[in-house]
């Protein structure tokens, strides 16, 4: 049975013994360290194939294998896929020799903890954290803006040995063009500078930047002993402030704190963007849904409808599509509705947005096009529909057009009177005989 399906824990434990397990959980929950358990070898390979695991302990008595096998497959598996794992494993054993430590070496074993020892794990897991500490820091990447060429060199020296990646620079100008040239985590800056620019002119050039820069962190530094100027550089967009002389130990860790921080922020802004984006998308399409056209959709409508813009709608439905779905299944009408659908998405211009609206109806929103540019597009795709045969099946459809011409009319229509224009010209195309554009009449604008 495994603990966590997810397989978003740092540390893999196979281990038969439900007390073992236990026992390691209590140490792993002291270091504020996760882990994904097993039993078998099995399913450490299968958890080991989805994820890559920072460390993985193992025990050397397993129910279908023993340890050692278990980490000489683990190794081959990672060299088989080109991609040699730098993942630490740990053996426990009830009894540890020296013939015993050769075969675990051997075998791509990394530390051999014998079972009356577990506290070891504790030693290895300080080391261990400290290491990925270090490997975050390599990716760390600080601009210092110090005037200072003594308090420059040696931040830079204490951080660099902190095995962060530092540029020192002297002014506000050339930070700027640091900044344009270069992306950095955070950027740490005093108030006094070379050249014509204070650090707080600087700290409210780079938030104007926009980007990824209006949430990047800056700690502002300074020797002056003057609170406003402290209120100031925090109204201006620095995330901290420090006062000098700085104490180097207490920088490297608010550099840490605040990269942090925003690496968190930024998986937090990234997972709600592809919430909303589920939210809005059909998940068999890949298209809008209904929920993009109440949200954003009308939203666009009524922009035209203010500036008088033209803009036009079609509504397409695909003719008897039931038949489809009893003649031939569900799952290649599933597949029919995927490649018409793909037809659509190539139809649109930048500006143009398609949308399934439900079933086997489709919206077309064609913004800038009055209803005979947008007539043409109906027959273009309808035609298109025609040849493209899904799965080998004849497909047509039928498309009502209703559009907004002129600025009288932006002002007398709106989303749903188009729609329902649409609509009404769909459900003549239809009693005409199917596989037809019909342009809705003014008249029915209602």
Known sequence: MFANETNEHEILIIEPSKLFQCMI??????????????YTAEQALELSQAHEYLLIILGNELIDSNGILLAQKLRSLSKEEKNPISTAIILLTSECNKTLLKQAFKSGITEVIERHHLNDIHIYLNNLTQNKQKLTNKNTFILSVEDSISVGQLTEAHLTDSWFNVKTVRSAEVALKCIQEEQFDIIILDILLLGKMTGIHLIRKIREMGDYLIDLPILAVSGLENSELRIEALRAGANDFINKPVNLTELEVRVSNLVKINRLFQQLKAKEAQLIA???????TQLYNRHFLNEIGIKR????????QT???LLIDIDHFKLINDNHGHSIGDLV???IANLFKSECRNEDFALRFGGEEFVLVLPHSNTQDALKKAEDIKNKVVLLKPEGISVTVSIGVSGINNEQQAHEFNFYT???????????????????VILASVDSYS
């Open 25 to 38: 959980g209590e140490i792993l929950t002291q270091e504020n360290l996760t882990a994904d358990y097993c």
């Open 278 to 284: 589920m939210a809005i998308t059909d998940p068999l």
């Open 301 to 308: 409508i009524s922009e035209a409808q203010r500036h008088g």
């Open 311 to 313: 803009l036009s709608l």
């Open 337 to 339: 509705l995927q490649q």
């Open 418 to 436: 188009l729609f329902n224009a649409a609509d009404t010209a769909v459900f003549q195309a239809k009693e005409n005989g199917r596989n037809r």
